[in-house]
């Protein structure tokens, strides 16, 4: 670990970004949204496939609440009207941006760290993983694309249960909310999001993109819109190394689907 705010490393064609403030158990200011930012797009720039974690004990507290007072107290200048919500923009550019993101979850995961979980497109806790929305105890509201996102994952019911009671989910809750696709022991979530990192690495990069950025704007269609998007989208020219993947399957070559039954793990 460093005195970095997010830590980087590159393993292979998988960027590895930790949110690095564990005495404040990760926390979100501003500056450690201008480091972020730049990570994702380092990330996007030399990577196939990005993983968050949170270093410490817990993923992430959410919105800086330190700084927050100081806005709410009038002690620091408020954004400009008009800039678009720093937040935004950089969670914007994990959920819709080149490369597909998993987030490897422990500990608190509340509020804007909830947020910026659903940024991604995977997401893996382990046991000690907890999910809540504060903001109704903090007399704020959701600013980092949660209405938006958290809402199109567990429905307006549970969000709005999570924020009007203060209630916390269980990384099994979570699971069964669809927050998470996948749980694990304690101390695992990291490995477990590398291991699924490297199986999309293995995937086309037009596809990953498809997945991340057609994928979830057809969601938003309408029905006839949207069939209209998947045929633009499925019947492009393929690229030669769609046809190789092809050929690889015709001839016999392709590592077969093994199906969950006889899986030997
Ligand atoms: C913080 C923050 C924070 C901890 N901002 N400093 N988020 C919340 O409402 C969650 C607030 N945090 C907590 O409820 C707890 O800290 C935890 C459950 C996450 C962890 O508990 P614990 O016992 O391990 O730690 P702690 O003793 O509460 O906190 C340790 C230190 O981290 C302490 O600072 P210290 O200087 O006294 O050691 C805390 O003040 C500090 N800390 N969380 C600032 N969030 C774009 S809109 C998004 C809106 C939201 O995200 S609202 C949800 C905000």
Request: net charge neutral; hydrophobic share 40%.
């Amino acid at each position: 670990m460093t005195d970095e705010l997010v830590t980087y490393r590159l393993e292979g064609r998988v960027a590895v970004l930790g949110l690095n403030r564990p005495d404040k158990r990760n926390a979100i200011n501003e500056a450690v949204i201008d480091v972020l930012r730049c990570a994702v797009h380092r990330a996007g720039d030399e990577a196939d496939v990005g993983v968050l974690h949170g270093h410490g004990k817990n993923f992430c507290a959410g919105l800086d609440l330190g700084e927050a007072l100081a806005r709410a107290a009038g002690q620091t200048r408020p954004p400009r009207r008009g800039k678009r919500h720093s937040w935004h923009e950089v969670f914007d550019t994990i959920a819709r941006g080149p490369v597909p993101w998993v987030a490897a979850l422990h500990g608190a995961v509340v509020g804007g760290g909830l947020e910026l979980a659903t940024a991604a497109h995977i997401r893996v806790a382990d046991e000690s993983a907890f999910f809540g929305l504060p903001e109704g105890q903090r007399g704020i509201f959701v600013g980092g694309g949660g209405t938006v996102r958290i809402q199109r994952v567990v429905g307006y019911t549970v969000m709005a249960d999570m924020m009007l009671t203060g209630r916390l989910l269980s990384a099994t809750e979570g699971e069964r909310e669809h927050i998470v696709r996948y749980v694990v022991p304690e101390g695992q979530a990291l490995a477990r999001a590398m291991e699924l990192a490297a199986r999309i690495a293995k995937n086309t990069h037009e596809t990953n993109w498809r997945i991340t950025n057609v994928l979830p704007r057809i969601n938003d269609l309408a029905h006839d819109d949207g069939l209209f998007m998947e045929y633009l989208n499925s019947n492009l020219q393929r690229s030669p190394e769609t046809a190789q993947r092809l050929r690889e399957f015709v001839e016999g070559r392709a590592a077969p689907l093994v199906a969950p039954a006889q899986k030997k793990e």
